[in-house]
T-cell receptor, first 113, second 112 residues
């Protein structure tokens, strides 16, 4: 089985711009979760999508949004970028059951200048 | 607010040493505890623990959960330089709207 893929792997943007990141889960997985990882805060949960619906949401401002398509691929959008949004954005896929393991993609490294 | 605390934050050992990493948690409606290893890329899954007192083993790595005292430990015996990584602990909590809360990780450096 192919693993979780994320595109692009690296991005450089400037403050005020917006960005869209993409995640393709493992075939058959219906849940996609997004995380932000920074040196200071560690891994923080952004949101989870399951069957095209947002099922869980972390404590991030509304500038962070996402969606999931019928093929389970997911996109995350960040609008009005701030310097503090520079981070590694990871997505993880699972079957969607609580007891199932999440498998992480390689991440997208976003730098905001 | 759910909280996961890992200790120590960093650790430097020599090859062959045994290390113990700690993870304590305070969450509402605990479901499971996960350990991940992260090198210079995405976290890779190590263990999932749901029941107290049952040790999970994989080679030189083992882990156990204490649901009464709300902590887990990850042991690595006969460490190798390839064990150098950040070890992340995460707790799954909640009902149908479950969530994953991560600790900040323990940076393990194994010197030859």
């Amino acid at each position: 089985k192919a693993g979780v893929t994320q595109t692009p792997r690296y991005l450089i943007k400037t403050r005020g711009q917006q960005v869209t990141l993409s995640c393709s889960p493992i075939s058959g997985h219906r849940s996609v979760s997004w995380y932000q990882q920074t040196p200071g805060q560690g891994l923080q949960f952004l949101f989870e999508y399951f069957s095209e619906t947002q099922r869980n949401k972390g404590n991030f401002p509304g500038r962070f949004s996402g969606r999931q398509f019928s093929n389970s691929r997911s996109e995350m959008n960040v609008s009005t970028l701030e310097l503090g949004d520079s981070a590694l954005y990871l997505c993880a896929s699972s079957s969607g059951k609580q007891t199932d393991t999440q498998y992480f993609g390689p991440g997208t490294r976003l730098t905001v200048l | 607010e759910d909280k996961v605390v890992q200790s120590p934050l960093s650790l430097v050992v020599h090859e062959g040493d045994t290390v113990t990493l700690n993870c304590s948690y305070e969450v509402t409606n605990f479901r499971s505890l996960l350990w991940y290893k992260q090198e210079k890329k995405a976290p890779t899954f190590l263990f999932m623990l749901t029941s107290s007192g049952i040790e999970k083993k994989s080679g030189r790595l083992s882990s156990i959960l204490d649901k009464k005292e709300l902590f887990s430990i990850l042991n690595i015996t006969a460490t190798q330089t390839g064990d150098s990584a950040v070890y992340l602990c995460a707790v799954v909590s909640g009902g149908s709207n479950y969530k994953l809360t991560f600790g900040k990780g323990t940076l393990l450096t194994v010197n030859p």
